[in-house]
């Protein structure tokens, strides 16, 4: 069976590139730099679902966009979470945050006025984090 993405994560994200597991996507929040990973199997809607393999090449492609993203934008912080009650195909959100963004130190799900990016913005940000992804190793 082929790989289908989710409606929501469809609707809600740009496509940045693919990892050997994971797509990966960028959330259509301009407050702050925000990508969700989504395995490329079938099916998936919670971690233990993947073999073994597949949990650690997971857990390889996550770490390396924390760090990643944390050097290129010099956060404060990096949040990640993986909920699933709205969308059950297992993800994960990798949020930069700033001791000044908008919803510190709250969780960004809490933040009331999301911004969605700009077509030149989100291009340079799909650019930005395209690059990552095709420095993976």
Request: net charge negative; proline share 4%.
């Amino acid at each position: 069976m082929a790989f289908t993405l989710d409606e929501r994560l469809e609707e809600d994200t740009y496509f940045v590139g693919d990892l050997p597991l994971c797509r990966v996507l960028l959330m259509n929040v301009s407050n702050f730099p925000w990508i969700i990973l989504v395995p490329r199997l079938e099916g998936m809607t919670e971690l233990f679902h993947l073999n073994e393999s597949e949990q650690i090449d997971y857990q390889k492609e996550t770490n390396y966009l924390l760090e990643a993203m944390a050097e290129i934008y010099s956060s404060h912080k990096m949040n990640i979470a993986s909920l699933g009650n709205l969308v059950p195909q297992l993800h994960t959100h990798i949020i930069a945050r700033f001791k000044d963004d908008a919803a510190w130190p709250n969780p960004v799900w809490s933040h009331q006025n999301m911004s969605k990016y700009q077509d030149t913005q989100s291009s340079f940000e799909i650019d930005k984090i395209r690059k990552l992804v095709d420095d993976y190793v």
